[in-house]
T-cell receptor, first 115, second 117 residues
Framework: DSGVTQTPKHLITATGQRVTLRCSPRSGDLSVYWYQQSLDQGLQFLIHYYNGEERAKGNILERFSAQQFPDLHSELNLSSLELGDSALYFC??????????????FGNGTRLTVT | AQSVTQLDSQVPVFEEAPVELRCNYSSSVSVYLFWYVQYPNQGLQLLLKYLSGSTLVKGINGFEAEFNKSQTSFHLRKPSVHISDTAEYFCAVSGPAGGTSYGKLTFGQGTILTVHP
Protein backbone atom coordinates (compact mmCIF):
# COMPACT_ATOMS: atom_id res chain seq x y z
CA ASP A 1 0.00 0.00 0.00
CA SER A 2 1.60 3.26 -1.17
CA GLY A 3 -0.53 5.42 1.11
CA VAL A 4 -1.93 7.37 -1.83
CA THR A 5 -5.70 7.05 -2.13
CA GLN A 6 -7.61 7.63 -5.33
CA THR A 7 -11.37 7.66 -5.74
CA PRO A 8 -13.33 6.41 -7.48
CA LYS A 9 -11.59 3.28 -8.75
CA HIS A 10 -13.78 3.08 -11.81
CA LEU A 11 -15.83 5.67 -13.60
CA ILE A 12 -18.05 5.17 -16.63
CA THR A 13 -19.59 8.20 -18.26
CA ALA A 14 -20.80 9.49 -21.60
CA THR A 15 -19.19 11.81 -24.08
CA GLY A 16 -19.66 15.48 -23.29
CA GLN A 17 -19.91 14.90 -19.57
CA ARG A 18 -17.70 16.21 -16.76
CA VAL A 19 -16.07 14.14 -14.01
CA THR A 20 -13.91 14.78 -10.99
CA LEU A 21 -11.17 12.46 -9.84
CA ARG A 22 -9.91 12.73 -6.29
CA CYS A 23 -6.52 12.02 -4.76
CA SER A 24 -5.39 11.99 -1.15
CA PRO A 25 -1.59 12.01 -0.90
CA ARG A 26 0.48 10.12 1.64
CA SER A 27 0.53 11.71 5.04
CA GLY A 28 3.18 14.41 5.06
CA ASP A 29 3.57 14.64 1.29
CA LEU A 30 3.19 18.14 -0.08
CA SER A 31 3.48 17.36 -3.77
CA VAL A 32 0.79 15.81 -5.92
CA TYR A 33 1.25 14.74 -9.52
CA TRP A 34 -1.29 13.53 -12.05
CA TYR A 35 -0.47 11.08 -14.83
CA GLN A 36 -2.56 9.58 -17.60
CA GLN A 37 -1.95 6.05 -18.81
CA SER A 38 -3.44 4.98 -22.12
CA LEU A 39 -2.63 2.25 -24.59
CA ASP A 40 -1.59 4.60 -27.36
CA GLN A 41 0.17 7.32 -25.36
CA GLY A 42 1.61 5.32 -22.49
CA LEU A 43 2.20 7.14 -19.23
CA GLN A 44 1.99 10.91 -19.66
CA PHE A 45 2.64 13.58 -17.05
CA LEU A 46 -0.29 15.95 -16.72
CA ILE A 47 0.32 18.38 -13.87
CA HIS A 48 2.17 18.90 -10.58
CA TYR A 49 1.04 20.78 -7.48
CA TYR A 50 3.14 21.60 -4.48
CA ASN A 51 1.52 22.82 -1.28
CA GLY A 52 -1.45 24.19 -3.14
CA GLU A 53 0.41 25.85 -5.99
CA GLU A 54 0.80 24.65 -9.55
CA ARG A 55 4.46 23.84 -10.23
CA ALA A 56 4.56 22.29 -13.67
CA LYS A 57 2.28 21.37 -16.53
CA GLY A 58 2.71 18.60 -18.98
CA ASN A 59 0.48 17.32 -21.74
CA ILE A 60 -2.74 18.44 -20.11
CA LEU A 61 -5.64 19.41 -22.32
CA GLU A 62 -7.43 22.71 -21.83
CA ARG A 63 -10.59 20.71 -21.04
CA PHE A 64 -8.78 19.33 -17.99
CA SER A 65 -8.00 21.23 -14.83
CA ALA A 66 -6.71 20.40 -11.39
CA GLN A 67 -6.29 21.93 -7.99
CA GLN A 68 -4.76 21.10 -4.65
CA PHE A 69 -6.69 22.08 -1.56
CA PRO A 70 -5.41 23.35 1.83
CA ASP A 71 -5.67 19.84 3.26
CA LEU A 72 -3.38 18.78 0.37
CA HIS A 73 -5.83 16.51 -1.40
CA SER A 74 -6.14 17.13 -5.09
CA GLU A 75 -8.86 16.90 -7.70
CA LEU A 76 -8.54 16.46 -11.43
CA ASN A 77 -11.51 17.77 -13.38
CA LEU A 78 -12.16 16.46 -16.86
CA SER A 79 -14.85 18.15 -18.93
CA SER A 80 -16.43 17.81 -22.38
CA LEU A 81 -15.25 14.23 -22.31
CA GLU A 82 -14.34 12.46 -25.52
CA LEU A 83 -13.88 8.77 -26.24
CA GLY A 84 -10.14 9.34 -26.38
CA ASP A 85 -10.09 10.45 -22.76
CA SER A 86 -10.69 6.88 -21.67
CA ALA A 87 -7.61 5.95 -19.69
CA LEU A 88 -6.19 5.14 -16.31
CA TYR A 89 -5.47 8.29 -14.33
CA PHE A 90 -2.83 8.05 -11.65
CA CYS A 91 -2.06 10.35 -8.81
CA UNK A 92 1.34 10.30 -7.16
CA UNK A 93 2.74 12.15 -4.19
CA UNK A 94 6.12 13.00 -2.76
CA UNK A 95 7.42 14.83 0.25
CA UNK A 96 9.18 17.61 -1.55
CA UNK A 97 10.05 18.11 -5.19
CA UNK A 98 13.60 18.81 -6.09
CA UNK A 99 15.20 16.55 -3.53
CA UNK A 100 16.75 13.34 -4.67
CA UNK A 101 15.47 11.27 -1.79
CA UNK A 102 11.85 12.11 -2.50
CA UNK A 103 10.59 9.54 -4.98
CA UNK A 104 7.02 9.44 -6.20
CA UNK A 105 4.49 7.11 -4.63
CA PHE A 106 1.60 6.19 -6.88
CA GLY A 107 -2.00 5.43 -6.11
CA ASN A 108 -3.84 2.56 -7.78
CA GLY A 109 -5.48 4.85 -10.29
CA THR A 110 -8.96 5.72 -11.50
CA ARG A 111 -10.05 3.92 -14.62
CA LEU A 112 -12.17 6.24 -16.72
CA THR A 113 -14.32 4.84 -19.52
CA VAL A 114 -16.07 7.28 -21.80
CA THR A 115 -18.87 5.74 -23.90
CA ALA B 1 13.71 17.53 -23.49
CA GLN B 2 14.02 14.04 -22.13
CA SER B 3 13.01 10.75 -23.65
CA VAL B 4 13.14 7.11 -22.66
CA THR B 5 13.25 4.07 -24.89
CA GLN B 6 12.60 0.62 -23.57
CA LEU B 7 14.02 -1.64 -26.19
CA ASP B 8 11.78 -4.64 -25.62
CA SER B 9 8.01 -4.47 -25.37
CA GLN B 10 7.75 -8.06 -24.13
CA VAL B 11 10.26 -10.37 -22.49
CA PRO B 12 9.32 -14.00 -21.86
CA VAL B 13 11.58 -15.97 -19.56
CA PHE B 14 11.51 -19.20 -17.61
CA GLU B 15 11.44 -19.28 -13.84
CA GLU B 16 14.87 -19.11 -12.16
CA ALA B 17 16.50 -17.77 -15.33
CA PRO B 18 18.26 -14.39 -15.37
CA VAL B 19 16.61 -11.44 -17.05
CA GLU B 20 17.65 -8.04 -18.34
CA LEU B 21 15.19 -5.32 -19.29
CA ARG B 22 16.82 -2.66 -21.39
CA CYS B 23 16.37 1.09 -21.10
CA ASN B 24 18.04 3.93 -22.94
CA TYR B 25 17.44 7.58 -22.24
CA SER B 26 18.14 10.89 -23.88
CA SER B 27 18.59 14.16 -22.04
CA SER B 28 20.55 17.37 -22.38
CA VAL B 29 20.94 17.68 -18.61
CA SER B 30 21.82 15.32 -15.82
CA VAL B 31 18.92 13.14 -14.84
CA TYR B 32 17.59 10.92 -12.16
CA LEU B 33 16.65 7.43 -13.32
CA PHE B 34 14.01 5.10 -11.99
CA TRP B 35 12.49 1.70 -12.56
CA TYR B 36 8.88 1.14 -11.58
CA VAL B 37 6.84 -2.06 -11.65
CA GLN B 38 3.12 -2.27 -12.29
CA TYR B 39 1.23 -5.40 -11.34
CA PRO B 40 -2.19 -5.97 -12.91
CA ASN B 41 -4.84 -3.55 -11.66
CA GLN B 42 -2.38 -1.78 -9.43
CA GLY B 43 -0.43 1.43 -9.39
CA LEU B 44 3.26 1.81 -10.01
CA GLN B 45 5.70 0.72 -7.35
CA LEU B 46 9.25 2.02 -7.19
CA LEU B 47 11.83 -0.74 -7.70
CA LEU B 48 14.98 1.34 -7.56
CA LYS B 49 16.44 4.72 -8.38
CA TYR B 50 19.72 6.22 -9.48
CA LEU B 51 20.45 9.71 -8.24
CA SER B 52 24.25 9.85 -8.10
CA GLY B 53 27.24 7.92 -6.84
CA SER B 54 27.67 4.21 -7.46
CA THR B 55 26.48 3.24 -10.88
CA LEU B 56 25.18 -0.10 -9.65
CA VAL B 57 21.92 0.36 -7.83
CA LYS B 58 20.15 -2.33 -5.86
CA GLY B 59 16.42 -2.29 -5.37
CA ILE B 60 13.62 -4.33 -3.94
CA ASN B 61 12.74 -7.90 -4.82
CA GLY B 62 16.32 -8.73 -5.85
CA PHE B 63 16.44 -6.33 -8.80
CA GLU B 64 19.43 -4.18 -9.64
CA ALA B 65 20.26 -1.72 -12.39
CA GLU B 66 23.43 -0.23 -13.77
CA PHE B 67 23.73 3.35 -14.90
CA ASN B 68 26.00 3.78 -17.90
CA LYS B 69 26.47 7.42 -18.72
CA SER B 70 28.50 6.89 -21.89
CA GLN B 71 25.85 4.60 -23.32
CA THR B 72 22.96 6.54 -21.74
CA SER B 73 21.52 3.30 -20.49
CA PHE B 74 19.94 2.08 -17.28
CA HIS B 75 19.27 -1.63 -17.73
CA LEU B 76 17.39 -3.60 -15.10
CA ARG B 77 18.58 -7.06 -14.13
CA LYS B 78 17.65 -9.93 -11.90
CA PRO B 79 19.79 -13.07 -11.62
CA SER B 80 16.89 -15.44 -11.01
CA VAL B 81 13.26 -14.57 -11.64
CA HIS B 82 10.13 -15.91 -10.00
CA ILE B 83 6.61 -16.35 -11.28
CA SER B 84 5.61 -13.44 -9.06
CA ASP B 85 7.88 -11.11 -11.06
CA THR B 86 5.41 -11.25 -13.94
CA ALA B 87 4.39 -7.62 -14.41
CA GLU B 88 4.99 -4.57 -16.54
CA TYR B 89 8.17 -2.63 -15.89
CA PHE B 90 8.68 1.03 -16.63
CA CYS B 91 11.91 2.96 -16.90
CA ALA B 92 11.63 6.67 -16.17
CA VAL B 93 13.76 9.80 -16.02
CA SER B 94 13.31 13.13 -14.33
CA GLY B 95 15.25 16.33 -14.09
CA PRO B 96 17.81 17.00 -11.37
CA ALA B 97 17.06 18.08 -7.83
CA GLY B 98 16.16 21.70 -7.42
CA GLY B 99 14.65 21.95 -10.84
CA THR B 100 10.97 22.27 -11.56
CA SER B 101 11.15 19.19 -13.74
CA TYR B 102 11.90 16.92 -10.81
CA GLY B 103 8.99 14.55 -10.37
CA LYS B 104 7.89 15.29 -13.90
CA LEU B 105 8.72 11.77 -14.86
CA THR B 106 9.12 10.82 -18.47
CA PHE B 107 8.31 7.14 -18.84
CA GLY B 108 9.27 4.56 -21.38
CA GLN B 109 6.57 2.53 -23.09
CA GLY B 110 6.97 -0.35 -20.67
CA THR B 111 8.25 -3.91 -20.91
CA ILE B 112 5.95 -6.78 -20.06
CA LEU B 113 7.92 -9.46 -18.28
CA THR B 114 6.27 -12.87 -18.35
CA VAL B 115 7.83 -15.59 -16.24
CA HIS B 116 6.90 -19.11 -17.27
CA PRO B 117 7.13 -22.16 -15.00
Amino acid sequence: DSGVTQTPKHLITATGQRVTLRCSPRSGDLSVYWYQQSLDQGLQFLIHYYNGEERAKGNILERFSAQQFPDLHSELNLSSLELGDSALYFCASSVNPGTGDSPLHFGNGTRLTVT
Amino acid sequence: AQSVTQLDSQVPVFEEAPVELRCNYSSSVSVYLFWYVQYPNQGLQLLLKYLSGSTLVKGINGFEAEFNKSQTSFHLRKPSVHISDTAEYFCAVSGPAGGTSYGKLTFGQGTILTVHP
